[in-house]
């Protein structure tokens, strides 16, 4: 059997949950990583993909968190998702990009060591 990883709580020790350790991987983690890299200069190709993975990842999480309770960050998801979409693009030059990719993926990485340290009780 295959043990969970461990963290710890203010209260002790606690199991972290698989099943949110796989969500932020997959949805963030490539957000993170197509964030960093947005800083160079690559096709537009490489943007749109990179809105259309920020933009399923902030759809994907603002109704996860709205199912869980937490709406003001499914606002906060949501307003990125908007901001990002590939359909009706916000149009800006690449320098006025880099600062909100940079914090975006900053909000991405917080977010996900928020949701990982969770109490584990919650969803």
């Given at each position: 059997?295959?043990?969970?990883?461990?963290?710890?709580?203010?209260?002790?020790?606690?199991?972290?949950?698989?099943?949110?350790?796989?969500?932020?991987?997959?949805?963030?983690?490539?957000?993170?990583?197509?964030?960093?890299?947005?800083?160079?200069?690559?096709?537009?190709?490489?943007?749109?993909?990179?809105?259309?993975?920020?933009?399923v990842g902030a759809v994907y999480w603002a109704w996860r968190v709205y199912q869980v309770g937490l709406w003001a960050w499914?606002?906060?998801?949501?307003?990125?998702?908007?901001?990002?979409?590939?359909?009706?693009?916000?149009?800006?030059?690449?320098?006025?990009?880099?600062?909100?990719?940079?914090?975006?993926?900053?909000?991405?990485?917080?977010?996900?060591?928020?949701?990982?340290?969770?109490?584990?009780?919650?969803?």
């Amino acid at each position: 059997m295959r043990r969970p990883a461990l963290y710890l709580e203010p209260g002790g020790l606690a199991i972290m949950n698989p099943k949110r350790v796989w969500e932020v991987a997959l949805t963030m983690l490539g957000a993170i990583l197509l964030l960093i890299a947005s800083n160079g200069r690559h096709p537009y190709g490489f943007y749109m993909l990179l809105r259309l993975v920020i933009t399923v990842g902030a759809v994907y999480w603002a109704w996860r968190v709205y199912q869980v309770g937490l709406w003001a960050w499914s606002w906060v998801f949501a307003a990125v998702a908007l901001l990002l979409n590939p359909f009706l693009p916000i149009r800006m030059q690449r320098t006025q990009w880099q600062p909100i990719d940079l914090w975006l993926g900053v909000l991405a990485f917080v977010w996900c060591g928020y949701w990982l340290i969770r109490k584990r009780g919650a969803a």
